[in-house]
């Protein structure tokens, strides 16, 4: 099945930085979102991205799908940003399908 | 708009004891995706549904575990006889084209 990696595992970044997120995938897709999933469990929705740029106030992303990549930003990262954040794929076979998750990357926003 | 509603959130069973999940997808969207998620994983692909059919049942263990989604009503999750390595959080997602909505999980706690 289709393979899917997330770095770094774990990130700590002081309140107004920015960070990148990485997600590789192993083969094309049709469906590549992102999630947040905050400290009480709870996922949400960020972005639909299976190619090209999207923006959503402080969090954009950016699919390269030739390259099997996606990109998430943080920028003036605030302490309610802090979670876990999935790359989640369904690969390219013509019908919707589940979605593979990677391992995340879990990221802590200190004062 | 509604979004994708589980219940319960939280479920203690003891061990031997049966659990029902269940999922009510958000409206107009006939696609339901169960996913288990264990204690600092990530979340795995369970069974995949439409109305009165189970399309990908291919995450799904081969005992105890069953699903459905009928015509009328939410789709329901069934663990009979639990084992504490049942215990996780269950999630739900449903679709109407491509994007994956998830719910808030229902919370299994095996005692």
């Known amino acids: 099945g289709i393979q899917v990696e997330q770095s770094p595992p774990d990130l700590i970044l002081q309140e107004g930085a920015n960070s990148t997120l990485r997600c590789n995938f192993s083969d094309s897709v049709n469906n590549l979102q992102w999630f947040h999933q905050n400290p009480w469990g709870q996922l949400i929705n960020l972005f639909y991205?299976?190619?090209g740029t999207k923006q959503n106030g402080r969090l954009s992303a950016t699919t390269v799908a030739t390259e099997r990549y996606s990109l998430l930003y943080i920028s003036s990262s605030q302490t309610t940003d802090s979670g876990v954040y999935f790359c989640?794929?369904?690969?390219?076979?013509?019908?919707?399908?589940?979605?593979?998750f990677g391992t995340g990357t879990r990221l802590q926003v200190t004062l | 708009n509604a979004g994708v509603m589980q219940n319960p959130r939280h479920l203690v069973r003891r061990r031997g004891q049966e659990a029902r999940l269940r999922c009510s997808p958000m409206?107009?969207?006939?696609?339901v995706y169960w996913y288990r998620q264990l204690p600092e994983e990530g979340l795995k692909f369970m069974v995949y549904l439409q109305k009165e059919n189970i399309i990908d049942e291919s995450g799904m263990p081969k005992e105890r575990f069953s699903a459905e989604f009928p015509k009328e009503g939410p789709s329901i999750l069934r663990i009979q006889q639990v084992v504490r390595g049942d215990s996780a959080a269950y999630f739900c997602a449903s679709r109407n084209y491509y994007e994956q909505y998830f719910g808030p999980g229902t919370r299994l706690t095996v005692t």
């Open positions: 991205i299976p190619s």
């Open positions: 989640a794929v369904a690969p390219n076979t013509g019908t919707a399908s589940k979605l593979t």
């Open positions: 409206k107009g969207h006939s696609h």
